[in-house]
């Protein structure tokens, strides 16, 4: 028997200072909306894989909305944290212990 979903509400905690200045910089006009380009541009800033963003990113908007709200947008933080910490990214690794995402402040110089 399956055990029973928690809903993504109530998995990531809301109050968290680093996730607020991260949402910040992608909704600076407090839009509630993550558009999927803002969203890639920073998520890419975690040196993660194209293949594991895509993964990141249907996880974190599961209805294909095309945007993130501000509790997806957190999901798909915790996730990043999930891939940089070697854990599998999955919606039931959401609630281990890790440590915070970390983004790149500025793109390397190529």
């Not at 558009?35 to 998520?43: D, K, M, R, V, Y």
Request: glycine residues 8%; proline residues 9%.
């Amino acid at each position: 028997m399956a055990a029973p979903l928690i809903p993504l509400s109530q998995q990531i905690p809301t109050g968290n200072s680093l996730y607020e200045s991260y949402y910040k910089q992608v909704d600076p006009a407090y839009t509630g909306r993550v558009g999927a380009s803002e969203a890639a541009l920073f998520l890419k800033k975690s040196g993660l894989s194209d293949i594991i963003l895509g993964k990141i990113w249907d996880l974190a908007d599961p209805e294909g909305k095309g945007f993130l709200d501000k509790q997806g947008f957190y999901v798909a933080l915790r996730l990043v944290a999930c891939a940089q910490s070697g854990h599998e990214v999955t919606l039931s690794n959401l609630n281990l212990s890790m440590p915070p995402p970390k983004f790149q402040t500025h793109p390397p110089m190529i």
